[in-house]
């Protein structure tokens, strides 16, 4: 998951993504959070709300392909440094 947001897991053909959602396959449908591109399943800004099951799904003319995968998200990542200001220095030697 570019989780924020993907994962990659089907083989190549046609793609197609769904949710589990109260037992049932539920398509994912492109929005401002979560969208599929490149067979890639982006979410953005994930929350606990988007923990569940996904399942891809690649078919071609040889058959289909499923694969599930468990998203879990537990809290959103909050990151804050203190003191706001960081001041490094590197020295280089030569030898």
Not at 38 to 63: E, F, K, M
């Amino acid at each position: 998951m570019r989780v924020a947001g993907s994962f990659r897991i089907c083989e190549r053909g046609a793609v197609s993504w769904f949710r589990h959602i109260n037992g049932r396959l539920s398509p994912v449908s492109n929005s401002i959070r979560v969208s599929v591109s490149d067979q890639v399943l982006i979410v953005r800004r994930a929350q606990p709300s988007d923990s569940g099951l996904w399942t891809c799904r690649a078919h071609n003319q040889y058959g289909e392909q499923r694969r599930d995968a468990r998203l879990v998200v537990r809290e959103r990542l909050v990151v804050s440094v203190h003191p706001q200001l960081q001041v490094s220095s590197i020295f280089l030697f030569a030898y």
